[in-house]
């Protein structure tokens, strides 16, 4: 059964620095379209950022220059290195992995990020 799993979240401080991690069973990122998406206390989800399969990284303009997407074929692990953080950054970050050529797209639980000093 295939398995997304996130951490890295916690409680830091605006201007502060995260990096998320998303670990998979049962997925192989290097053929896979891996996605961070987060979701804001009482708000609707919002794309954050992707690293296709063949490398290609597009972010949204919201994180655009603070954030950071990133893989490791090895660990079979994708990444995302959040800095500058902003107090509207705060939410639940979830890992979600597509490869539509075989119907798949799997979500993590997500991992809570808190930005408040």
């Known amino acids: 059964e295939a398995q997304l799993v996130e951490s890295g979240g916690g409680l830091v401080q605006p201007g502060g620095s995260l990096r998320l991690s998303c670990g998979a069973s049962g997925i192989t990122f290097s053929t896979s379209n891996v996605h961070w998406i987060r979701q804001a206390e009482g708000k609707g989800l919002e794309w954050v950022a992707r690293?296709?399969?063949?490398?290609?990284?597009i972010y949204a303009d919201s994180v655009k220059g603070r954030f950071a997407i990133s893989r490791d074929n090895a660990q079979n692990m994708v990444y995302l290195q959040m800095n500058s953080l902003k107090p509207e950054d705060a939410g639940r970050y979830y890992c979600?992995?597509?490869?539509?050529?075989?119907?798949?797209?799997?979500w993590g639980k997500g991992t809570l990020v808190t930005v408040s000093s």
């Open positions: 979600r992995s597509v490869q539509s050529a075989i119907g798949m797209d799997e």
């Open positions: 690293i296709r399969s063949d490398g290609h990284i």
